[in-house]
Nanobody, 115 residues
Framework: QVQLVESGGGLVQAGGSLRLSCAAS????????MGWYRQGPGKQREFVAA???????NYADSVKGRFTISRDNAKNTVYLQMNSLKPEDTAVYYC?????????WGKGTLVTVSS
């Protein structure tokens, strides 16, 4: 079992920045990849970014060059630095990790970008 808790969401103006955090607890010693997904109003949940324990990263095209994913293995925490935010980035952002074929999700944190 893995528990994921996100924080750092909020309201920001277009062009602004936010940093999201996701703290993992439970059976965390076996975790490799951790990532972020988001679900905007009326949209399906979509992939945003992911990072392996070794630091390899992957990003959705829509956020490349604006978002940066990082992790602190000692703190069992993954971060998402979001810069140059756009109104279309408005969504609930979810932390995710796959473990032994099961996808674990946090409850999400809301990011609202005003124009």
């Amino acid at each position: 079992q893995v528990q994921l808790v996100e924080s750092g969401g909020g309201l920001v103006q277009a062009g602004g920045s936010l940093r999201l955090s996701c703290a993992a607890s439970g059976s965390i010693f076996s975790i490799n990849a951790m990532g972020w997904y988001r679900q905007g109003p009326g949209k399906q949940r979509e992939f945003v970014a992911a990072i392996t324990r070794g630091g390899s990263t992957n990003y959705a095209d829509s956020v490349k060059g604006r978002f940066t994913i990082s992790r602190d293995n000692a703190k069992n925490t993954v971060y998402l630095q979001m810069n140059s935010l756009k109104p279309e980035d408005t969504a609930v952002y979810y932390c995710n990790t796959p473990l032994y074929g099961i996808h674990y999700w946090g409850k999400g944190t809301l990011v609202t970008v005003s124009s």
